[in-house]
């Protein structure tokens, strides 16, 4: 689903999904009753604010050259503009299958 998705497991939340290029389409409370769209925005901006609380947030400044991995499933992870005619950037993006990876370690 496209938006804002909260994920369980053990009874727990583990894994939260903003998708803010499709943070204008909320048709995913289209059928929910007042209460439950007020309780909805209640956490989202509750959410939000601990997101942009700069106390849980993390800016490293990469030296040319640096390898970063993220898993997606993990970290929310952004970036800061980029000044165009502060210098060159290249920014590449890959996507590795975790369970394809885990096969190639154990089994390999």
Known sequence: SSGINAEYGSGSLYRVRDLFFAR???????????????????AYLYFRKQVDDEAHQLEVKLD????????NW????????FAANSGQRLMEVGYGDWNHMQSRILYS
């Open 24 to 42: 204008d389409n909320y048709r995913m409370m289209a059928d929910l009753s007042l209460g439950e769209r007020k309780a909805w925005w209640d």
């Open 64 to 71: 040319g050259g640096t390898l970063v991995l993220i898993d």
């Open 74 to 81: 993990r970290i929310l992870h952004g970036r800061k503009a």
